[in-house]
């Protein structure tokens, strides 16, 4: 069953470790994550961007296929089903077709506009039990055609969003989605704590977790930040592992070119990803 995020998330800032966020693309996706987080006792969120929820087919689809393997592989740690960068009308949707949590990223509008669409799905999330992730200060970087600067968000804006309710907020600290460029400044750890002071113990989200350095990420994690979201690295090492068995002529030989054969490696790619995270994080014998 399908658990909303503030309890782990909740947890995780306390126990400080962070859980990580896995942004899921079709079956093999799911599948790989959900059983690593099993085999690692680990608590998930999994991650749909509205863009791979159309993709999938759309919400209902996606509930359908994770709440399905959830039973069907007999997974017991907790899992969140969570909207990534939704829009106000993919917030109202995937909160009617059953995830457990949803983002609403307002941090494109003025902040008087983020706080009035926020507070009424902080009314919708409460009565429904499913958690809510508002954003402030935009994520640098692209995201389903969505391009952020990757600016650094105003604490003060924070607070006033913490405030409506939501459940954990995400904040712009220099961040970016995709892969980093070699000239970037790294996180604003100066930032992140005048943030923390401003919202107290609400559980912080770091977007773009893909490739910031080990030290950075635990320096988060000690600063509040209590979820961390992977996407590309996943991706990256799915291709990966695929361009190998391609290039290896392995799809040519016997039944190679079967799609249980032909993506079995980018899954096991994507699992010992996940797994490494999770190490990284914390999460390990935290569900
Ligand atoms: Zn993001």
């Known amino acids: 069953m399908l658990v909303s995020a503030k309890e782990m998330l909740n947890k995780a800032r306390e126990g400080h470790y962070a859980v990580g966020q896995f942004n899921i693309n079709n079956l093999e996706w799911t599948k790989a994550i959900l059983l690593t987080a099993q085999e690692q006792n680990s608590p998930v969120i999994l991650g749909v961007s509205e863009g791979a929820g159309k993709y999938m087919g759309g919400y209902d689809a996606v509930v359908g296929m994770v709440n399905g393997l959830i039973k069907n592989l007999g997974i017991t740690v907790p899992v969140a089903l ?80 913490a405030d409506l309710g939501v459940t954990m907020l995400a904040a712009g600290i220099g961040n970016i989605h995709g892969k980093y460029p070699a000239n970037w400044a790294g996180l604003s750890f100066d930032t992140l704590a005048a943030v923390k002071e401003q919202v107290g113990d609400m559980p912080l989200v770091l977007h773009g977790g893909t ?23 996943c991706q990256l090492a799915f291709a990966a592992a695929t361009r190998k068995y391609i290039e290896e002529g392995k799809d040519l030989q016997g039944k190679g070119f079967d799609p249980r054969k032909l993506l079995a490696p980018g899954f096991e790619a994507i699992k010992a990803t996940v797994k490494e995270k999770m190490e990284l994080f914390g999460s390990v014998g935290k569900a």
Do not use: R, W
């Not at 635990?218 to 979201?229: E, Q, R, Y």
């Open 211 to 233: 490739g910031i350095p080990e030290d950075m990420i635990k320096k988060a994690i000690s600063l509040g930040v209590a979820k961390i979201n992977v996407n590309t690295e």
């Open 82 to 161: 969570h909207l990534d960068h939704g829009s106000f009308e993919g917030a109202k949707a995937c909160i009617n077709a059953g995830f457990s949590s949803v983002m609403f990223d307002g941090s494109h509008y003025p902040i008087e506009e983020n706080i009035q669409k926020t507070t009424a799905l902080v009314n919708a999330c409460d009565v429904l039990g499913i958690s809510l992730e508002a954003e402030v200060g935009s994520i640098g970087g692209e995201e389903d055609g969505v391009v952020g600067a990757g600016e650094c968000a105003d604490p003060a804006e924070c607070k006033m969003i």
